[in-house]
């Protein structure tokens, strides 16, 4: 199992796309190379459960290591473990979703698809890298893309988003690049090496530093609040597939980095800070929730509601318990592919329709059974029906936090839960205003998913339901990792 | 002596070598502007080359002139950007009557430059800048039927003359205190006595002069905004690059015992430049001071590198001018493509450029995102080398404020990107025709732009040379 593939393969489909002539060319290009990621995202899973059974517990696997500026000690270091798989696998689930629902894009496809492309790529390199100046590489690359993607295609206040969206995202990296100097210049030893530096006691005085840095500035990738505001303005302008990579990978970066790079290396400062970090993810997840009470935009609905599911990864993430941890992970994969398949639907809707208000839709079940079904089964995913991924999520982290017997974090967990209720509110009412009621005279016409979007959508669901039904195969991928994370937890004993 | 003469200064004497070379087809025949381009960009295409070959280290007249492998490197940087000079201009230089005085004005500033960096005392050292900035100021005046560039040049004269003047001011007092206008000699006689710090704010002050270190800018902008683009190109490439090179061996070599003094200093005054730079690069519309004011911040960048006092520092200032060259020439080349033949050079009138000119478009995307510091463009790796340089003195509040200049020079670099491929224009520019050199020049900016970050050993062979 070579990992540079992960990497080759989108930079080869993307100068593939270049070399294309005509616009169908370029879609078959693109649809084949992210259905070649497709099939390396669970050849990958096989290979990693094999090895897992054939006793390998070795904590990354396939690792590779080159030399890359030696006199910075930076190497190209990759390698994987359960949590990262759990991502590539989303990340190449959303991505052929991503391509398919593109199909009808005219303007400029072929730089459309390039870009979308080297977007997966940034994130699969993301995902792999086990050293912190790669991490940082592959966090920043994929700012062009994205600024390009809502800049270009999107629509509505599209460069005042696109801008917005470049220069947060650009804030929290330049807050990574300082956290990540002081753990380089403060630590005792000067490397970037993510496995080094977990075996390393980095100073607590440093870690008390940097861990808010780092975590803060991952922290605005995931719409930490207040850090958040990009969040509705980026999805609702960006193009569909934009919106999907953006949600459903792009957000997944910022989780992941709190989770590997500030807390698993800075145990005392997340112990340090977790209570501030459970207290700005419960504003997050209540105040989502109750900020898409009030949206009338199907975009803007999903945009508000991402920022309150977020919420749940940070907050599973600061309850520092194993169950809550791999919670968080799981939220991250059912969040990923959930908000994903919401996008494909609102841009199904949206296409044929040509409005996103609530209140100018209705009855659309009529015309377009499929595509209302999918946005019932997404709905009822968001608000946490069992059986789908996203009840088996929010319930690990539940139950992890749970695990943390005093008043505060009770409170914590509790108020988080009540959000759930909200969620049921905002999301069944905006998909019976849209899918029952009396159908407007010009949707007669519209006609129903193509084949296209049927594939998309029914992968994403695959996903979901995968989750939602034999959740322990995610659990068992994910919390040997976690665990690892928590063992280097519980070593340390300041605060708490 | 003859053999280590001709050995030691080869990159100054073909230089001097061309100069003359050209002086005598000037007199002596009749080519045409083409065929004469076509040879001048060999030459100093074979003078590029021929500066990786040949290298040596030593002294000559008693350590006035002194030469090793770095700076055999930093000539060659320098070669290069005039190589790509007389590529990406050359539909500007054919149309000139005086190409050939431009070529031999231009190569007469980077004689003066090369001796510059191998100066091995002060006197050199001056004599040296003199040469190397007043055929510029003649540079600057190419465009004899414009105003703005009479008035271009006699800004950049008068200041170079008043740069002049403080730096023989802080010459003749550091050799009142040491006795000793040598570079070897002088780090041994400083003890940091008031009038020694005295002596070298002086010399700094020249230096800033030169890299437009604010509060030492505000030549810059008029000037680049009234010279002719290759000009202008020059002034904040080469001239800034060699300046930068020099810098660096002075303050890391003679001045290296008052590291705790000037330390200070380099900071603040790298805090001043970037903020100052960014911010006024925020509203200019003229895409030449656009680029005047962001290459003054680009300065305060490399200041942070400078301010390490180390291997890396030093390592990372000279592949950060590397990577300068290509990404701020590629986007002066596209701005003086574009101005050649359509006159324009707002940053309004970019509206819509992607539609009509998608290859210049995507050059000039790379080269301010390069600038920028994003990822995967070489000006990435730069950046974020000069400030892990710069964190190693543990200062994070200076590196947290140098990072959050990035993203305030980041929206400006945005505001050009988003003009050129997201606004509509009714008239976008013309399909510009570029001429096959201009585009090979494009292509080598381009590719450096990609490959001189990803391709490690380029970094690696910089710290190789210094260690």
């Known amino acids: 199992m070579n990992l540079t593939l992960l990497i080759l393969l989108p930079l080869l489909t993307a100068v593939a796309i270049l070399l294309m002539r005509n616009a169908t060319q370029v879609k078959w290009t693109a649809l084949i190379g992210s259905a070649a990621q497709f099939v390396f995202a669970f050849v990958l899973l096989f290979a990693f459960r094999n090895a897992r059974a054939g006793g390998n517990e070795a904590q990354m696997l396939f690792e590779l290591k080159y030399d890359w500026f030696p006199a910075w000690h930076i190497a190209f270091h990759l390698g994987v473990d359960g949590i990262s798989v759990a991502m590539i696998l989303l990340t190449s689930f959303v991505v052929i979703a991503g391509v398919l629902v593109s199909w009808n894009v005219t303007k ?241 809707i949206y296409e044929r329709t040509h409005t996103r208000q609530v209140n100018e839709m209705g009855g659309l079940l009529k015309v377009m059974p499929f595509i209302t079904t999918v946005l019932f089964i997404v709905g009822l995913c968001s608000l946490g029906l069992p059986g789908l991924s996203g009840f088996v999520a929010e319930m690990t982290i539940f139950m992890g936090s749970w695990q943390n017997p005093d008043p505060f974090h009770r409170i914590a967990t509790i108020a988080a839960c009540m959000s759930i209720v909200v969620t049921a509110v905002y999301i069944l009412r905006a998909i019976g205003k849209t899918a029952m009621g009396p159908l407007k005279a010009e949707f007669n016409n519209l006609d129903d998913a193509k084949w296209n979007e049927k594939l998309a959508a029914i992968i994403l669901i695959g996903g979901i339901v995968a989750i939602g039904i034999a959740p322990f195969w995610l659990n068992d991928l994910v919390s040997p990792a976690t665990e690892i994370i928590m063992k280097k937890l519980a070593a340390v004993h300041v605060g708490m | ?242 300046i930068a090179f020099i810098l660096l061996t002075t303050l890391y070599k003679t001045f290296a015992p008052m590291h705790e003094i000037w330390y200070n200093m380099v900071i603040l005054l790298s805090i001043v430049t970037m903020i100052v730079g960014n911010l006024f690069a925020l509203r200019q519309q003229n895409i030449k001071r656009f680029l005047a004011f962001s290459s003054i911040a680009q300065v305060g960048f490399i200041l942070v590198g400078l301010s390490s006092n180390s291997i890396e520092g030093s390592s990372s200032v000279v592949y950060f001018v590397l990577i300068y060259v290509f990404s701020n020439l590629a986007a002066f080349g596209v701005a003086g493509a574009i101005s050649q033949q359509t006159g324009k050079e707002r940053i309004d009138d970019f509206k819509g450029l992607y539609q009509t000119n998608p290859f210049i478009s995507w050059i000039l995307a790379l080269a301010l995102f390069s600038l920028a510091g994003i990822p995967p463009t070489a000006g990435f790796f730069g950046k974020l080398f000069l400030i892990t340089a710069g964190a190693s003195k543990g200062n994070y509040l200076f590196i947290t404020i140098a990072a959050l200049n990035l993203i305030v020079s980041l929206y400006y670099y945005l505001r050009v990107i988003r003009s050129v491929f997201m606004d509509k224009n009714e008239q976008p520019i013309e399909i510009i025709y570029l001429n096959p050199s201009a585009k090979l020049g494009m292509i080598i900016c381009g590719a450096g732009i990609v490959l001189v970050g990803l391709l490690s050993w380029v970094y690696d062979y910089i710290t190789t040379l210094i260690m």
Not at chain 2, 180 to 194: H, R, V
Request: aromatic share 14%; with cysteine.
């Open chain 1, 108 to 348: 400029m496809t072929k730089e459309f698809f390039f870009l979308l492309i080297l977007l997966s790529m940034g994130a699969y390199g993301f995902f792999i890298s086990l050293d912190l100046f790669i991490l940082f590489f592959f966090l920043e690359i994929a700012v062009i893309p994205k600024y390009l993607l809502i800049g270009v295609w999107g629509s509505g206040k599209k460069e005042y988003a696109a801008n917005k969206l470049a220069l947060m995202l650009m804030g929290g990296s330049a807050l990574v690049l300082v956290g990540m100097l002081g753990i380089y210049f403060g630590g005792t030893e000067r490397t970037f090496d993510l496995m080094t530096l977990s075996q390393l006691h980095i100073p607590v005085a440093v870690q008390k530093i940097c861990f808010p840095l780092l975590f803060v500035g991952f922290g605005v990738f995931t719409a930490l609040f207040p850090f958040h505001t990009w969040v509705p303005d980026g999805h609702s302008s960006a193009p569909t597939a934009g919106s999907m990579f953006l949600a459903g990978i792009s957000m997944k970066l910022g989780g992941y980095g709190c989770l590997r790079v500030a807390t698993y290396i800075m145990p005392d400062g997340a112990k340090e800070y977790a209570n501030i970090i459970i207290v700005l993810s419960t504003i997050a997840i209540l105040y989502g929730a109750f900020a898409t009470m009030m949206q009338k935009d199907l975009k803007y609905i999903n945009a508000y509601s991402s920022v309150s599911h977020c919420g749940f990864v940070l907050l599973g993430i600061g309850m520092l318990t194993k169950t809550a941890m791999t919670g968080a992970v799981m939220q991250m994969v059912s969040h990923g592919l959930m908000t994903a398949l919401f996008f494909a639907v609102i841009g199904m």
């Open chain 2, 1 to 242: 002596m003859l053999n280590d003469f001709l050995i030691l200064m080869k990159s100054e004497l073909v230089i001097a070598f061309i100069i003359f070379l050209l002086l005598f087809i000037k007199v002596g025949t009749e080519m045409t502007n083409d065929r004469l381009l076509s040879l001048v960009q060999i030459l100093l295409l074979a003078n590029f080359i021929y500066s990786f070959f040949f290298i040596a280290e030593g002294d000559l007249f008693g350590g006035l002139f002194t030469t090793n492998t770095l700076m055999t490197f930093q000539k060659s940087i320098l070669s290069l950007a005039v190589y790509l000079i007389s590529l990406l201009f050359s539909d500007w230089l054919k149309k000139s009557e005086h190409m050939l005085e431009f070529f031999m004005l231009m190569l007469s500033a980077v004689l003066g430059m090369f001796f510059m960096i191998s100066s091995g005392s002060l006197l050199m050292f001056f004599l040296a800048l003199e040469l190397s900035t007043i055929p510029v100021a003649a540079m600057a005046n190419f465009d004899l039927e414009k105003k703005i560039a009479s008035e271009a040049s006699m800004k950049m004269i008068l200041s170079s003359a008043f740069s002049s003047g403080i730096l023989l001011f802080g010459i003749s007092m550091i050799y009142g205190i040491t006795g000793s206008i040598n570079f070897a000699e002088i780090p041994a006689l400083l003890d940091g006595s008031p009038l020694q710090i005295l002596a070298f704010v002086f010399l700094f002050t020249a230096f800033a002069f030169k890299l437009s270190i604010v509060p030492f800018h505000l030549w810059t902008a008029d000037v680049y905004e009234g010279a002719p683009v290759a000009v202008t190109s020059f002034l904040s490439v080469v001239s800034k690059g060699s």
